[in-house]
């Protein structure tokens, strides 16, 4: 069950109003953002290996060439949305709508994207460290989407609610870390 093509334009939606959202937050340009290695892919475009079960989107890291000089290899980030888990949540969740659930999921890829990069979390992390990040780009992801006013946000804000609650460990400056 892959996205239709008036579903794909909703991605592409989704993707500039995340991509807006984070710029003004981070304060990026777009010389920032071709720093920032990513690509977002739907089912059609993954690999076997990107595919998943239980989640609306999962994010896979692959070395990429480096610099000219050939000195290093750098990270390249996958945003990999598992439309067939987003279309089944349409299909069982009375009222949700595709857009404000794909901008919350988009947003929060890509704020653990920047978050890779500018070293405020690791990828390769425990269990537990893991679940710390996840609560707090899930605050961040409401804080930054709540000023939008997008119709049907609300509900997607409620059934992520408990992901916000799931730990009091969130550093007190958290939401102050900027570009």
């Known amino acids: 069950m892959c996205f239709n093509a008036p579903q794909m334009r909703t991605v592409e ?58 000195l290093r290899l750098g990270d390249f980030f996958r945003i990999c949305l598992q439309d067939h888990n987003i279309l089944t949540a349409l ?34 992390v425990d269990e537990a460290q893991r679940a710390d990040e996840e609560v707090r780009v ?3 992801t409401y804080d930054l989407l709540r000023k939008q006013k997008l119709p049907g946000m609300e509900m997607i804000f409620d059934f992520y609610a408990d992901h916000r609650r799931t730990a009091d460990r969130i550093d007190a400056d958290f939401f102050s870390q900027g570009p």
């Open 13 to 70: 939606q989704a993707v500039a109003v995340s991509e807006e959202v984070i710029s003004d937050h981070f304060h990026l340009t777009i010389s920032h953002w071709k720093k920032y290695r990513y690509d977002i892919k739907t089912l059609k475009e993954l690999t076997r290996d990107e595919i998943v079960l239980d989640v609306f989107a999962q994010i896979r890291r692959y070395a990429r060439p480096g610099p000219p000089d050939g």
């Open 91 to 124: 299909e069982r969740e009375t009222g949700l709508d595709l857009l404000p659930l794909l901008t919350y999921v988009v947003t929060h890829e890509l704020l653990h994207v920047i978050r890779f990069y500018k070293f405020f979390q690791f990828f390769d």
């Open 138 to 140: 899930h605050h961040l």
